[in-house]
């Protein structure tokens, strides 16, 4: 007989994937719903980062990230459509055999979700948690379908728009950035196979990260993306286009009582810098970690998550908003630091990889206790 659930965990975005891989793993009991009736098909994310194929490796799903995405092995930075540097991380010294690697979200959450279910787990697609409380023992949630589950640990990787975090009545205070930003996914001819290219123009930034076979995916603001890209580059079909606004955002804390919060549930910010999903992953690790000890008699170690990964997620919070904000920013001294410091950058020994180090989190470990 199936051993009853000892963690829900509401939503299977990348972030409650890989917390029921994790936490099914060591040996924990989980039940994972989903309001949605299909897995997203479109992609946000496309950075998996070094640390991410870390914690993944021994589920076997980074073996299989690595086999279908794109490694990037350099970045090009230009201005105004003319490159002034070209920035080639050292993988194999930052993180042998796990390179910044590109993957459209889709296909990262298909993979987690695999190896899930490779274990004997399974997604229950289009139920919402629509209420919950909690006492000392014990969480109750309410699901779309009016049935309770109760359970002793719930775990909320319900996305920005969280019922979780609504039914904690927490606040996620921060601030929006209004201004529109356009994505696009295109057929590109002529642009480098495995290098992104950032370019700061002053009417705003496109960045172009090459997906594998052809397929690039445009990220920038100001006016259309697709006519502002360096010259011998031909843009072909495009397979899809979004637009999307920024805020930043983080919880004051990330675990009340028997409930945890985790990715984009607990903390967005803007997608410079491609960490979103990969903070998710690592959130969705330790919590469990954490959420084993608890069930071992360990009470305190929720409190250990929230403190361990609240720090670490308010800290990008706050380099993601300083660095969206100098990607913006259109006066003089931020010009000439796009111009001048990227050249100056990869003449000094070590400094872009300190630099993809720091942006990729590899600068800190992720720490269970
Ligand atoms: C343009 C763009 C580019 C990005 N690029 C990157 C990148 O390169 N690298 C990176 O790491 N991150 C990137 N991100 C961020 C990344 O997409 C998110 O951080 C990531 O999707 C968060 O995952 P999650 O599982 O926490 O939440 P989500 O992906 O939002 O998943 C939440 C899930 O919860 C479900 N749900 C919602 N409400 C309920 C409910 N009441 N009951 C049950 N289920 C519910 C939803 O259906 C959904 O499946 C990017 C984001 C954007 C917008």
Redesign the pocket.
Known sequence: MAHAPQVLI???????LAAGLFLTRAGVPVRI????QQP?ATS????V?PRTLDLLAPTGVSARVLEQGQPIAGIRIATDGRQVARLCPDWARIAPGRPMTILP?ARTETLLAEAFTALGGQVERG????ALAQDADRVTATLSNGETVTVPLLLG???????VRHALDLDFPGEAMPMP?H?MDVDIEGAPQDEAWIDFQRVGPVVVLPFSGGTFRL?GFGPDLLTRLPDGWRAGHVHWSSQ?TISHRIVPTMAVGRVAL????AHIHS?VG???????IEDAFVFAACAADVLKGQPDRLADYARLRRSVDADWVRTARSLTRFVADDSLGARLLKRWGPPLAARVPGLVDRAIRRGTGLDHPVRIR
């Open positions: 509401v939503g299977a975005g990348p972030t409650g719903v989903d309001a949605a997203t946000n994310a496309l950075a980062n979200q139920l919402a948690l629509t990787a319900d996305g920005a728009h969280s019922a930003w994505l990220i999307f985790a990715g984009d549930a997608p491609g960490r979103g999903m990969n903070l998710g």
